[in-house]
Nanobody, 118 residues
Framework: QVQLVESGGGLVEPGGSLRLSCVAS????????MAWYRQAPGQQRELVAK???????NYADSVKGRFTVSRENAKNTVHLQMNSLKPEDTATYYC????????????WGQGTQVTVSS
């Protein structure tokens, strides 16, 4: 069992920054990859950033150059540093984890709201 808790969301002006954090607990030794997803009203959930156990990263084209995902294994924490935020980034952001040997994202946080508006 893996439990994920996100934090750091809030209201920010366009061009501003936010740092999201996701703390994992439970069977953390079984975690392989972790990721951030987001979903805006009326839109599909989309992958924002992914980080593997070996710290390889992938980003959605829409956030490349602006967002950075990082992992602190000793603290069982993954971060998403979001810079140069745009109104289009407004969404609920979810942390996800994949167990070793799994092919799906089988652990999810409850989500944290990010609103970019002036």
């Amino acid at each position: 069992q893996v439990q994920l808790v996100e934090s750091g969301g809030g209201l920010v002006e366009p061009g501003g920054s936010l740092r999201l954090s996701c703390v994992a607990s439970g069977s953390i030794f079984r975690i392989n990859d972790m990721a951030w997803y987001r979903q805006a009203p009326g839109q599909q959930r989309e992958l924002v950033a992914k980080i593997t156990r070996r710290d390889s990263t992938n980003y959605a084209d829409s956030v490349k150059g602006r967002f950075t995902v990082s992992r602190e294994n000793a603290k069982n924490t993954v971060h998403l540093q979001m810079n140069s935020l745009k109104p289009e980034d407004t969404a609920t952001y979810y942390c996800a984890a994949q167990r070793i040997g799994a092919t799906t994202w089988d652990s999810w946080g409850q989500g944290t709201q990010v609103t970019v508006s002036s």
